[in-house]
Each structure stands twice: as C-alpha cells, then as structure tokens.
C-alpha cells in the first residue's frame, strides 16, 4: 500500500528553526517531494531528493534516508509568509504519480 | 512563458450531473497531471496524460475520465457527480512522462456538488 506521514500540525515563532518530518511506505521509489501550499492556492515546489542526505536550498533544506523511509524539511530563519502547509510527496515507479502526504499546517508567530 | 492554467475557477453543480473542467500546460511541457484535493487533505492523483494517452491512474472511479490534446492542453470530465466529488480539482503540468523532476501546479477548480 501506499502510506504517508506527517504532523497535522506544528507552531513556530519568527527567526526560529524547524523542522518537519515526514515518513512513507510505498509501493515504489523514484523521489521524494517538498511542496508549499498557501491557503487557497495551488502547490508550489520547494525541493526535491532521490538519493540519500541533504540537499539545501536557501532557507529550506530537505534530507532523506531511503532505508528508513524517512525525509524531513528543515526551514531556517522563519518569516511570517511561511506560514503554509507542507505537503511531502512521494514519486512510485509508475510512470509520475505522485503519493502525497496529509500535509503539515506550519503557523509562525511573531 | 505561460504557466499552468485551468478553468474555471469554481463551480458549482447539482448531484448526479456532468462537469468538464480544463487545463492548459506550461509551454513545453507535454505531461498533464490530474488531483483531487478536499478541504485540509493532501492532493490524491487521479490520472496522468502523456501526449494524449492515459500513462496512470490513481484509486478512482471510471466516472472520471480525461483527455489530452495535440496541444498537450487536458479536460478532466467527471460523470453522476456525488457529493464527496466537491473538492480542489488540481492539474499540474511536466515536461517528459518518466524523467522530469518537477511539475509545476494550476491555481486550481473549486468544484462543489449541492
């Protein structure tokens, strides 16, 4: 089957760090997938990893273990329009189709 | 370059119709994704087109069906619409149908069914 996990969700205060996990179980494996979703608007990529560690990617940075089904997206030096949810995906080996998580709502507090 | 676009914007219909809602592609891009996306849920694939032919499908009915055309454009036609239909429709477009890394999303169709 095809499972994935994520806080539903978390609260931070601006300039803090934070981290959001993510777990899956799938049938299939090519990519891992960080979107951001403000309220009321269409997904937006954020970062992208296939093979294990840590790709960085200004403010955002996303890491992933395969063999433990896990990635995690680390965002730095929060602002108020992070404020989002963040949505984890998972790409299978058939043909693009794209397992998403339930989606993190991430509240900055000034 | 244009980005993704759908239409319309919302909509609203009755149980048991038809609705046909619309993609546009990026430029360049030739692979049209399909999601359903309910309130405070993660988006669910519903099926992919690349150039023209249906290259995958997710856990849903055969009452929703789609079409990709010589444009790489896309419709996704859903069939004796029921109330748990009402959600954000979503197309997301990609260039390639095995290789690409990123798609890029539609502001999406607010679809409600009364």
């Known amino acids: 089957g095809q499972n994935i996990d994520q806080p539903t969700e978390m609260t931070a205060t601006e300039g803090a760090i934070v981290q959001i996990n993510c777990t899956y179980q799938?049938?299939?494996?090519?990519?891992l997938f960080w979107y951001q979703q403000h309220a009321g608007e269409a997904p937006t990529f954020l970062s992208y990893n296939v093979l294990d560690g840590l790709e960085e990617k200004g403010r955002f940075s996303s890491f992933l273990s395969r063999s433990k089904g896990y990635s995690y997206l680390l965002l730095k030096e929060l602002q108020m329009k992070d404020s989002a949810s963040y949505l984890c995906a998972v790409r299978d080996n058939y043909g693009q189709n794209f397992v998403f998580g339930p989606g993190t709502r991430l509240s900055v507090l000034p | 370059e244009t980005g993704v676009t759908q239409s319309p914007t919302h909509l609203i219909k009755t149980r048991g119709q038809q609705v046909t809602l619309r993609c546009s592609s990026q430029?360049?891009?030739?692979?049209v994704s399909w999601y359903q996306q309910a309130l405070g849920q993660g988006p669910q694939f519903i099926f992919q087109?690349?150039?023209?032919?249906?290259?995958g499908r997710g856990n849903f009915p055969p009452r929703f069906s789609g079409l990709q055309f010589p444009n790489y454009s896309s419709e996704l036609n859903v069939n004796a619409l029921e109330l748990d239909d009402s959600a954000l429709y979503l197309c997301?477009?990609?260039?390639?149908?095995?290789?690409?890394?990123?798609?890029?999303f539609g502001p999406g169709t607010r679809l409600t069914v009364t």
């Open positions: 997301a477009s990609s260039f390639e149908g095995f290789s690409t890394v990123e798609q890029y």
């Open positions: 087109y690349y150039r023209e032919e249906e290259n």
């Open positions: 799938t049938s299939g494996f090519n990519g």
């Open positions: 430029s360049g891009h030739n692979t």
